[in-house]
């Protein structure tokens, strides 16, 4: 089993639609939790984090990690087709390892 | 304006041929990494630095190696040793081990190898 798995996609809804993307993972050290959003051709850029389980929002963004379930997920309001890119899960252990554990992505397409 | 270069955006370079990618930033930061993405593969970690003149092989780093001289830079040497080079390649950096969780990448190099 992979460290970080994320359902593969790709993904299309319609605007104004609520999307959920999700991502398991089998290592419990892991602490801190990371959404990256990918625009074609470019670097991801960080979108969400969160440490530790709970929820936290940012706009129309929620970023949700349940520990017990080894489980995280983001949740998109109100979708756009600006949102329309490749999004990233990524998880890190605490302390002093900076390595960052990426899931494979899920191409999300938004139509207008 | 503060970020990461890479250059060039798109290099081709025939079988057999070592090939080096530039990664410039001007952030201030102490740690640096570089990425190796395939399509269906997601991110993988090919060497990280966290201070000048160290660096740690990540989960790929047969047939790459890197240096790391200056803090604002990390070149990336893909050697003949590697057997699929053809890949978009990703530099990234971040304040230091702590705050890894966000890395600023830069806007990647596509390596095709024929």
């Known amino acids: 089993q992979k460290e970080v798995e994320q359902d593969p996609g790709p993904l299309s809804v319609p605007e104004g639609a609520i999307v959920s993307l999700n991502c398991t993972y089998s290592n419990s050290a892991f602490q801190y939790f990371m959404w990256y959003r990918q625009y074609s051709r470019k670097g991801p850029e960080l979108l969400m984090y969160?440490?530790?389980?709970g929820n936290k929002e940012d706009g129309r963004f929620t970023a949700q990690v349940d520990k017990s379930s080894k489980y995280i997920s983001l949740f998109i309001r109100d979708s756009q087709p600006s949102d329309s890119a490749t999004y990233l899960c990524a998880m890190k252990e605490g302390g002093a390892n900076s390595k960052l554990t990426f899931g494979k992505g899920i191409t999300l397409s938004v139509r207008p | 304006d503060g970020g990461i270069t890479q250059s060039p955006k798109y290099l081709f370079r025939k079988e057999g041929q070592n090939v080096t990618l530039s990664c410039e930033q001007n952030?201030?930061?102490?740690?640096m990494y570089w990425y190796r993405q395939d399509p269906g593969q997601g991110l993988r970690l090919i060497y990280y630095s966290q201070i000048v003149n160290d660096f740690q092989k990540g989960d790929i780093a047969e047939g790459y190696s890197v240096s790391r001289e200056k803090k604002e830079s990390f070149p990336l040497t893909v050697t003949s040793a590697q057997k699929n080079p053809t890949a978009f390649y990703l530099c990234?950096?971040?304040?230091?081990?702590?705050?890894?969780?966000?890395?600023?990448f830069g806007p990647g190099t596509r390596l095709t190898v024929t």
């Open positions: 990234a950096s971040s304040f230091g081990s702590a705050t890894a969780y966000e890395q600023y």
């Open positions: 952030l201030n930061h102490d740690a």
């Open positions: 969160t440490y530790s389980s």
